[in-house]
């Protein structure tokens, strides 16, 4: 009887230590450390999945996973959130190759040695150099990026305010980026501002978005009608189309009137 009452002791203080193990803050970060590398190694094995169906069923898998995470609550809907995690893997969606290409295509357009600024650049802008702003609301996406490579990298929501003074950039660039835009109208004004006397826009566009990126689309254009919205925020505008390897993008050139 005396042992078995020690037994039951040590189990009850052992059984005690657990619980405050559990409880104790650093545990629990360790918990949701584990919990998120989990989480990353699945949303990077979804560029792995062809299957539509197996894909949605491991989103949903995701969502669930992001709930037992504080620091993703929100996720995949907030927008910060979800561009945050994609920093990871953001290199794997464009190949360097069309990178390159759209780069030469936009340098054609833009002033040399002007200074342009990146909207929505990613972990990845696309233009580079002393003159070049990337500027983009996610940062852990600027965390990839190279800074030494740039005049000024910004973490930074357009469609609040664009924060630079009046007459600052020869161009503004947004590369797959206006679908993602809620107040376009908005973001346009600010560009307007801070675009120097016949400093341009250039907007590329692709017809197709990944399903999965549709979690963040705000809406799909046509070029037309992106053309008679930037026309109706005061800028003379393009429509041109470019094949890059087997993909064909829209190219947008806009000059305030």
Same mark, same amino acid.
Not at 5 to 11: G, L, S, T
């Given at each position: 009887?005396?042992?078995?009452?020690?037994?039951?002791?040590?189990?009850?203080?052992?059984?005690?230590?657990?619980?405050?193990?559990?409880?104790?803050?650093?545990?629990?970060?360790?918990?949701?450390?584990?919990?998120?590398?989990?989480?990353?190694?699945?949303?990077?094995?979804?560029?792995?999945?062809?299957?539509?169906? #197996?894909?949605?069923?491991?989103?949903?898998?995701?969502?669930?996973?992001?709930?037992?995470?504080?620091?993703?609550?929100?996720?995949?809907?907030?927008?910060?959130? &979800?561009?945050?995690? #994609?920093?990871?893997?953001?290199?794997?969606?464009?190949?360097?190759?069309?990178?390159?290409?759209?780069?030469?295509?936009?340098?054609?357009?833009?002033?040399?040695?002007?200074?342009?600024?990146?909207?929505?650049?990613?972990?990845?802008?696309?233009?580079?150099?002393?003159?070049?702003?990337?500027?983009?609301?996610?940062?852990?996406?600027?965390?990839?990026?190279?800074?030494?490579?740039?005049? &000024?990298?910004?973490?930074?929501?357009?469609?609040?305010?664009?924060? &630079?003074?009046?007459?600052?950039?020869?161009?503004?660039?947004?590369?797959?980026?206006?679908?993602?835009?809620?107040?376009?109208?908005?973001?346009?004004?600010?560009?307007?501002?801070?675009?120097?006397?016949?400093?341009?826009?250039?907007?590329?566009?692709?017809?197709?978005?990944?399903?999965?990126?549709?979690?963040?689309?705000?809406?799909?254009?046509?070029?037309?009608?992106?053309?008679?919205?930037?026309?109706?925020?005061? &800028?003379?505008?393009?429509?041109?189309?470019?094949?890059?390897?087997?993909?064909?993008?829209?190219?947008? #050139?806009?000059?305030?009137?």
């Amino acid at each position: 009887m005396f042992f078995k009452r020690n037994i039951d002791e040590v189990k009850r203080k052992l059984h005690s230590n657990i619980r405050r193990l559990e409880n104790n803050s650093e545990v629990q970060k360790l918990k949701s450390l584990d919990l998120k590398e989990e989480f990353m190694d699945r949303l990077i094995a979804l560029n792995m999945i062809k299957n539509e169906d #197996e894909k949605q069923r491991a989103i949903e898998s995701l969502k669930f996973l992001a709930l037992k995470i504080p620091e993703l609550k929100g996720w995949p809907e907030d927008k910060v959130k &979800f561009w945050d995690m #994609e920093a990871t893997r953001w290199g794997l969606q464009i190949s360097s190759d069309v990178r390159e290409a759209i780069k030469q295509e936009i340098l054609k357009r833009i002033a040399k040695n002007g200074y342009s600024l990146e909207i929505g650049c990613g972990a990845c802008p696309v233009i580079d150099g002393s003159g070049a702003t990337a500027m983009d609301v996610s940062e852990e996406m600027l965390s990839y990026i190279d800074k030494e490579k740039y005049g &000024f990298v910004i973490c930074a929501d357009a469609e609040n305010k664009i924060p &630079f003074g009046n007459k600052s950039f020869d161009s503004v660039l947004m590369v797959f980026v206006v679908n993602y835009l809620k107040n376009l109208e908005n973001v346009l004004s600010e560009i307007k501002r801070v675009l120097k006397k016949d400093g341009k826009i250039i907007i590329i566009q692709s017809d197709f978005i990944d399903r999965w990126y549709e979690i963040q689309e705000a809406k799909s254009y046509l070029a037309n009608e992106l053309k008679k919205i930037i026309s109706k925020a005061g &800028f003379a505008v393009k429509i041109g189309r470019i094949s890059i390897g087997k993909k064909e993008l829209v190219v947008l #050139e806009a000059k305030a009137k």
